[in-house]
């Protein structure tokens, strides 16, 4: 009988101590849910806001580009003093522009 009743003891701690470990997983569990749907909305917000700067960038860039060609014919019908051929300057005008733009990306 006081060996039953030693091993009844033993086992109720055992369902004690696993139920506390249960009762913690679920809690741990719970957080860590949180955790990801936060991460989750984070991720969303932040592929919208990729997208928006992209949209961003190529609207830049076509501004960019029209500035280049508005410089580059403008320029274009200012005569050279000595030089023929305002085409050729034109060129090195606009190959002198991106080149410089690019410089200025890198560093």
């Known amino acids: 009988m006081y060996i039953t009743c030693w091993m009844c003891s033993v ?3 055992e369902l004690r101590q696993l139920r506390r470990q249960n009762t ?3 809690e ?3 957080i860590l849910s949180k955790h990801v749907d936060n991460m989750k909305q984070a991720i969303e917000k932040l592929e919208v806001e990729a997208t928006q700067q992209r949209n961003n960038n190529a609207a830049l860039q076509q501004h960019l580009d029209l500035l280049r060609t508005t410089l580059v014919a403008n320029f274009s019908r200012i005569p050279i003093p000595g030089c023929q051929l305002s085409t050729v300057y034109s060129s090195v005008l606009l190959a ?3 080149s410089i733009l690019a410089v200025k990306i890198q560093h």
Do not use: H, L
Request: no cysteine; glycine share 0%.
């Open 11 to 13: 086992r109720e701690a």
């Open 24 to 26: 913690e997983y679920e």
């Open 28 to 30: 741990q569990n719970a």
């Open 96 to 98: 002198s522009s991106k």
